[in-house]
T-cell receptor, first 117, second 114 residues
Framework: GAVVSQHPSWVICKSGTSVKIECRSL??????MFWYRQFPKQSLMLMAT?????????EQGVEKDKFLINHASLTLSTLTVTSAHPEDSSFYIC?????????????FGQGTRLTVV | AQSVSQHNHHVILSEAASLELGCNYS??????LFWYVQYPGQHLQLLLK??????LVKGIKGFEAEFIKSKFSFNLRKPSVQWSDTAEYFC????????????FGKGTMLLVSP
């Protein structure tokens, strides 16, 4: 199946700093990617839909200015957590679907564990 | 908006026991249904999916799921689990339209003891 790679796998940062997470589709072009957040013992919650060449679509309650999403190419979407605080500590996961076939599975990155201290 | 409910947060089984994980969804229209598995330290991987046709779906590693439309359910089953099936299992649903987003259940952690 298609491969989605996320980097880094884990990151620790100081409160007030910004962290960038990359999501790459390695063997296909993804016009749309999705960013999820997973709290311990809870489900994956969709944060935003990242669209290549246009603005991301954020879910209700997700701060656009805090979670900056850039989808500059067909194989790369980035999520930047700006001015991170301890409550932003979480597991962030991206996914993508192969375009042209909406009836296909989503492929997931391995996730990024963010810890803000 | 759609929602997904998984009945059990934790399940503990002995090897060779049978498994059934419950999943119910709420949505008024046609849906696509998925079961994903996340082994410790690994990506989410697709176990099986239902889009249309035979409501009994066969997936990888001996898993199957049955879509019962009248019950809004998509339960996951395996006749005989193995220690290597220890993982977290997520049921997910997306509306039947292009590039629809997935809504996940909270997941069920399965622990299989040897």
């Amino acid at each position: 199946g298609a491969v989605v790679s996320q980097h880094p796998s884990w990151v620790i940062c100081k409160s007030g700093t910004s962290v960038k997470i990359e999501c790459r589709s390695l063997d296909f072009q993804a016009t749309t990617m999705f960013w999820y957040r997973q709290f311990p013992k809870q489900s994956l919650m969709l944060m935003a839909t990242s669209n290549e060449g246009s603005k991301a679509t954020y879910e209700q309650g997700v701060e656009k200015d805090k979670f900056l999403i850039n989808h500059a190419s067909l194989t790369l979407s980035t999520l930047t957590v700006t001015s991170a605080h301890p409550e932003d500590s979480s597991f962030y996961i991206c996914s993508a679907r192969v375009p042209g076939d909406f009836a296909t599975e989503a492929f997931f990155g391995q996730g990024t564990r963010l810890t803000v201290v | 908006a759609q929602s997904v409910s998984q009945h059990n947060h934790h399940v503990i089984l002995s090897e060779a026991a049978s498994l059934e994980l419950g999943c119910n969804y709420s949505y008024g229209g046609t849906v696509n249904l998925f079961w994903y598995v996340q082994y410790p330290g690994q990506h989410l991987q697709l176990l099986l999916k239902y889009f249309s046709g035979d409501p009994l779906v066969k997936g990888i590693k001996g898993f199957e799921a049955e879509f019962i439309k009248s019950k809004f359910s998509f339960n996951l089953r395996k006749p005989s689990v193995q220690w290597s099936d220890t993982a977290e299992y997520f049921c997910a649903v997306s509306p039947d339209s292009g590039y629809s987003t997935l809504t996940f259940g909270k997941g069920t952690m399965l622990l299989v003891s040897p």
